[in-house]
């Protein structure tokens, strides 16, 4: 059961994101649902985690897979309906699982009806909830803001004869902050969702909600800082994107969210912060001296680079900014290559997936595990007569969309669909990740799967890497080792990201080697010797 007693839960916290349509299908549609999360909740708990995080399940026509909002206090069908969230939620309370939805305000589908009345007229109730602009003098769009799907921003509607601002698809108009009766609606949703007794909220786009009024064109961005959203074959990484994101009245408008959250003692909201540059300061402002968001999810270790030398960079930089602030750290969600693939380690996946997750785990911050990650799971080639992204299809065959990490999770080796339905999916079961289903993965101690449910027990027993300091230690190359600690607990975690063993001539100062972790490692007068991507773990007690 959830301990009340606890408000500040989340620092520290271990969050298992749940992506519905390809968790477990339980009415055999081809889709997951919410019934199937509740019946896989067990599973969750039994990992270890403290909190799931669940993605959109909201009435939507899912031209974006649920991020495309219709109805904000309603569960699309395909997913099933309000009772059984509220069945999902009281099982995964009894075992003591927070659960956190994810909220998407910045903007709606074009199917909801705010904006099916906006567009209707300039004079309607509603004529400004959205973000319209007379076209330029030549017909053209006000500015040249582009889409992160691809394109202009702005969508013509012959209804108003104006654009509509939409960040995303032409279908996910956006919603317009800067007026008080949008702000108030939206934390009104949420409001809703609080009193049936959620513990918090994943706020996608969190740095979206407010646009430059006065619609200022974005400069091109420095050479040499594209962003890599999709390598250089998305022109949004040509921008720096001043004025159509991270404006400074969001932070304001975070101050009212948090007032809000206030009033639900114990839950909290952990914000999506997709910005170019000064991630880590952004990040401080976001989460400032408790009065804003709780935690941001940083998309810092989403990259291709997972060298130790960029790991030290990142965390330090944040370290040295973020102050009174709180991080999510993540290596893969539902928008990104799956980790094993995109570090490398697909040929080693099953010793690759332990020691990166207890490297994610270790840090200072609530890390977040994407479902399947504990699995080892690679990135899934799904064909493009597969293919379900829009992203996907827009960018093919430079950028393949986000169907690879999104296919369903095999429960069972031995089983049409990997168990996950009786029916043809909607995204296919890969082979590879059938022959290593959970049944298979559950009855083999040396498995990702028990390595890192044996990996998270352990954590939870020692405070030091969930609530204590952390700085970065001077170590052998090819490694990262961090020192964490807490009310005089110090632990040494030492990460060999290499194929080959690592040897350190380590002082023992006091540090004597700890056990329960899942990991082999040797210590002694002769200094540490770690396994090929292997971990090893020291303790001291300060006096």
């Known amino acids: 059961m959830l301990d009340s007693k606890q408000p500040d839960w989340w620092r520290g916290a271990v969050i298992y994101q749940i992506y519905p349509r390809s968790f477990f299908d339980s009415d055999n549609n081809g ?95 509603k004529a400004d909830w959205y973000v319209w602009a007379d076209a330029s003098a030549t017909g053209n769009p006000p500015n040249n803001w582009l889409s992160l799907f691809g394109g202009s921003a702005w969508q013509w509607d012959v209804r108003r004869s104006q654009y509509y601002l939409h960040n995303f698809l032409v279908s996910q108009p956006d919603l317009n902050f800067h007026h008080p009766q949008v702000r108030n609606a939206v934390l009104d949703e949420a409001r809703f969702w609080l009193d049936l007794g959620v513990d918090g909220f994943r706020l ?18 420095p050479s040499g800082i594209q962003t890599n959203t999709v390598e250089r074959s998305n022109p ?43 991630v880590a300061l952004t990040s401080k ?48 969600n539902h928008d990104f290559e799956r980790i094993v693939s995109r570090w490398g380690f697909e040929s080693d996946r099953e010793r690759a997936t332990p020691l990166l997750l207890a ?110 300091t952390m700085h970065v230690v001077d170590s052998p190359a090819g490694t990262l080792a961090i020192q964490r600690e807490h009310q005089g607990q110090e632990i040494l975690a030492v990460f060999n990201l290499q194929r080959k063993a690592c040897h350190w001539a380590l002082n023992a100062e006091g540090w004597q080697p700890v056990s329960g972790h899942g990991f082999d490692f040797q210590f002694g007068i002769n200094g540490l010797q770690i396994e090929p991507l292997g971990a090893a773990f020291l303790a001291r007690q300060n006096p």
């Open 285 to 332: 402002q976001y989460t400032q001296d408790g009065k804003r968001l709780h935690m941001v999810y940083s998309f810092d270790l989403l990259g291709k680079d997972g060298s130790p030398a960029y790991l030290r960079r990142v965390i330090e930089a944040m370290e040295a900014d973020i102050g009174s602030g709180w991080v999510s750290w993540a290596l893969t």
């Open 359 to 468: 490297l994610l785990c270790s840090l200072r911050g609530s890390p977040c595990i994407y479902q399947g990650d504990e699995l080892g799971l690679t990135q899934a080639d799904v064909p493009f007569e597969r293919m379900q992204d829009p992203y996907g299809k827009a960018f093919w065959p430079s950028f393949k969309g986000r169907d690879g990490c999104r296919t369903p999770i095999a429960w069972q080796h031995n089983a049409d669909h990997g168990g996950f339905s009786h029916t043809d999916p909607w995204l296919p079961v890969a082979q590879e990740h059938q022959r290593v289903a959970v049944d298979v993965q559950a009855s083999d101690d040396s498995s990702p799967l028990r390595r890192v449910q044996t990996f998270l027990r352990w954590r939870a027993q020692h405070r030091a890497l969930s609530k204590g």
């Open 31 to 125: 889709v997951g649902d919410l019934k199937g999360i509740t019946s896989k909740l067990d599973y969750v708990a039994d990992l270890g985690v403290d909190a799931i995080w669940i993605s959109p399940f909201f009435k939507s026509p899912m031209q974006d897979f649920g991020y495309d909002v219709q109805d904000f206090r309603d569960v699309d069908p395909l997913f099933g309906n309000l009772s059984d969230f509220r069945e999902l939620l009281a099982k995964a309370h009894a075992l003591g699982l927070r659960v956190l939805i994810d909220l998407v305000i910045s903007h709606t589908s074009e199917q909801h009806d705010w904006f099916v009345q906006s567009r209707q007229d300039r004079n309607n109730p």
């Open 236 to 278: 949004y990484s040509y921008q720096s994107h001043l004025f159509d994101k991270t404006q400074p009245e969001n932070l304001e408008f975070l101050e009212s969210f948090r007032s809000l959250m206030n009033e639900y003692p114990g839950t909290a909201m952990v914000g999506e912060l997709g910005v170019d540059v000064d």
């Open 204 to 221: 996608d786009v969190v740095n979206f909600y407010f646009h430059d009024q006065g619609l200022r064109s974005n400069p091109p961005a």
